[in-house]
């Protein structure tokens, strides 16, 4: 069986010609402003919002910090109804704002929120559901909003793997009263760090822009309890020049979920998570399914028999947010009660997915996976 003679990673940053970052870094040596909201910042939050079709879109640090800072701009309280297969971030903003979560366990196919439990889980202490599209997948926004509207609830979206994406034709940033978009590295679109929100209601911008900025108003008086949240210009140079590299690495990297598809696809025992049919794709990441009785083998095993050809998969999302032990006391958090989330996270793993993968690398990747199947 084919050996790579050097490590594939799960992903690989989009990086830009460095000529465009340096052009860019001249601009901004000649003006001489290197943070607080300066030409760049303005620039490239135009650009994003008519990137995502939107008309409102706020950015911050990071996607951690977005989120963190959305959740306080919505002035929530009490409990919140959330997923608990997803990174630790998007826990850790509702533990930062003192809202407590809600574990609704996940649909096994779209691997979001299942909203059939969620009408179950309201209280009347619940202010809000938070939903997260799960590789790029999207929540049934219909499902959530109708329930959100029957009960007075606020609907925020973690759409950190939806960069770009449209459902029915709308934009995925539409949808709900606000959605975070994170810039990290490691996502499609990146400012090495970065994130942004978009959302709904006008009135929220000069909240969320005092808030990433210690909360000071135009006239040096401090009329929030915010923080430090700023994009910096160099960050979103960057973010200007990856922009133009995405319609690219969107095309490259649908070659190689095609791989995957065609070449995993009709094994017994996997299941592909993304890329369902009749959604685009946000080309995030490309999730497989490993049933350990019908594949032979279990994703454990498969995640580190893969390390010996020098191909490196993740866990992802590993472990469950419930299990985390300032959590795992609530009611919501109990295995039983999340079945289907105690099922596929110990299925889950996420192949290596970026543009300049190529495609015989793909190839090599799905025979050594098939191989493996007893
Ligand atoms: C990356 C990610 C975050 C965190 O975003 P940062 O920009 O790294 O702070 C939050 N939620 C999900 C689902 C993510 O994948």
């Given amino acids: 069986m084919y050996k790579f003679s050097e490590p594939i990673y799960i992903t690989r940053p989009l990086l830009p010609r460095l000529a465009g970052i340096h052009d860019q ?96 889980l309201i209280t009347d202490k619940t202010s809000a559901i938070l939903g997260v599209h799960v590789f790029g997948n999207p929540c049934n926004m219909t499902g959530i909003q109708q329930i959100a509207d029957k009960y007075n609830l606020k609907v925020i979206y973690d759409g950190a793997h939806a960069f770009g994406s449209y459902i029915d034709g709308k934009p995925i940033g539409s949808y709900g009263d606000m959605t975070m978009f994170s810039f990290h590295a490691t996502k499609l679109f990146h400012t090495i760090e970065g994130g942004a929100l978009t959302y709904k209601d006008k009135n929220l911008t000069q909240q969320l822009n005092q808030l990433k900025n210690f909360g000071l108003d135009d006239d040096g008086g401090v009329a929030l309890s915010g923080l430090n949240a700023k994009m910096n210009e160099i960050q979103a140079s960057v973010g200007l020049e990856v922009l133009k590299l995405i319609g690219d690495e969107r095309l490259k990297r649908d070659k190689v979920m095609d791989v995957y598809q065609h070449m995993l696809g009709e094994v017994e025992g996997i299941t592909i998570y993304t890329k369902l049919r009749g959604q685009e794709s946000s080309y995030q990441y490309f999730v497989i399914g490993i049933h350990e009785k019908k594949f032979g083998r279990s994703r454990d095993w498969v995640h580190e028999e893969l390390k010996t050809y020098n191909v490196f998969t993740k866990k992802y999302f590993y472990p469950l947010c419930s299990t985390f032990h300032w959590y795992n006391h609530l009611e919501s ?25 190529d495609i015989q690398s793909a190839i090599h990747i799905c025979e050594i996976i098939r191989s493996f199947k007893k």
């Fill in 25 to 120: 870094l001249f601009e901004i040596w000649e003006n001489k402003q290197v943070t607080n909201h300066g030409v760049k910042h303005a620039e490239l939050q135009r650009e994003l919002a008519a990137y995502l079709n939107v008309d409102q879109l706020v950015l911050f640090a990071n996607g951690t910090l977005a989120l963190l800072l959305g959740l306080k701009a919505l002035q929530l309280h009490g409990e919140v109804i959330t997923t608990p297969f997803t990174f630790p971030a998007t826990l850790q903003a509702l533990d930062w704002n003192g809202l407590t979560p809600v574990f609704c366990d996940i649909d096994p196919v779209t691997l979001n929120i299942d909203v059939s439990h969620i009408e179950s």
């Fill in 333 to 357: 958090a109990q295995p039983d009660k999340l079945a289907q989330a105690h099922s596929v996270v110990e299925q889950a793993l996420a192949l290596p997915l970026y543009g300049d993968l």
